[in-house]
């Protein structure tokens, strides 16, 4: 199978919008996705912290694909890995993934921190691919994104950044009105947006089935403290290693490139996860 490389319009369209889409990637290769999702969370009790899901809440297994052979192997597809080497350079670096039941309307967010890791630098570059299991749009839960809302320190996105969690009150509309784009998806389609673009999602049902794959450069010597820093944040979730067995078991030297610096600086981990489970009832839901 060919690895895919974005084009320079692809590329130029990601860096100027945050978002891309591609129609049908995964279709030769979902009913097996499907199959193995309903797999993990039928092992880990149907739901979050072992309870079968009841659509009162999300429920969400962090790491995903790590707990699946077959789901695990999503990464060393050429079209996935092409993608993320496209976008991040061949020694990318796999960061986690998670799998969901989502309930609900999810308010407008970036997924990294706005602020920056460090004082007066913009938060780090993350591209998370996403893969919506049941038919979704605008209405009925599909992923809105607002193109441009990634542009740290960039008017517009400032903008966003201070008024979307409160429209109502600062803009008179509520979060379903917030202009933006619906992406539309289908089982096999697959989404990929900078974790910076301010997205969300309304009017979905009680169990719709989505999960997630993360990725970013591969960290410089003097970035080492944001890696570590990163790594530490899995312990809301209560893992001892940021990967999960099938991930690692299957590990071929291609994979390996892509998990061998959060291994190496993961030394952290286990005592993070006892100061987390001191101040916790039970792990994070994503």
């Known amino acids: 199978m060919y690895r895919l490389q974005l084009t320079p319009q692809q590329l130029a369209f990601m860096d100027v919008f945050g ?10 290769r979902i009913d097996r996705v499907i199959e193995e999702f309903e797999g993990v969370f039928v092992s880990h009790g149907g739901g979050h ?7 009162s809440a999300r429920s969400c297994i962090l790491p995903f694909i790590d707990q699946s052979e077959y789901l695990a192997s999503l990464i060393d597809d050429p079209r996935i890995d092409g993608i993320f080497a496209s976008l991040l350079g061949d020694d990318y670096n796999y960061l986690g993934s998670d799998g969901n039941f989502y309930v609900g309307d999810t308010g407008w967010h970036s997924d990294t921190d706005w602020s920056g890791r460090m004082r007066g630098k913009p938060p780090r570059v993350f591209y998370k691919l996403a ?4 038919p979704v749009a605008a209405t009925s839960g599909a992923l809105r994104v607002i193109p441009g809302s990634h542009r740290y320190n960039d008017r517009f996105a400032e903008d966003m950044q201070n008024t979307l969690r409160n429209s109502q009150e600062k803009l008179g509309i509520p979060g379903n009105k917030v202009p933006a784009i619906s992406l539309d998806s289908a089982p096999g389609d697959v989404v990929v947006f900078n974790q910076n ?8 049902n009680n169990r719709r089935r989505m999960f997630t794959i993360n990725c970013t450069a591969h960290y410089a010597d003097d970035e080492i403290p944001l890696l570590r820093n990163e790594i530490a944040a899995f312990a809301r979730f209560w ?3 940021v990967y999960g067995d099938a991930m690692m078991r299957t590990a071929n030297p291609q994979r390996m490139l892509h998990l061998q610096q959060p291994l190496t600086y993961q030394d952290h981990l286990a005592a993070e996860v006892v100061k987390a489970k001191a101040t916790m009832t039970e792990p994070a839901r994503g």
Request: glycine letters at 16%; hydrophobic letters at 30%.
């Open 239 to 241: 893992v001892n290693s």
């Open 19 to 28: 978002y891309l889409v591609f129609p049908g990637l995964l279709s030769d």
């Open 131 to 134: 893969l919506y299991l049941d």
């Open 49 to 55: 912290f072992g309870r079968p899901h009841d659509g």
């Open 197 to 204: 673009t301010k997205h969300s999602s309304w009017g979905g």
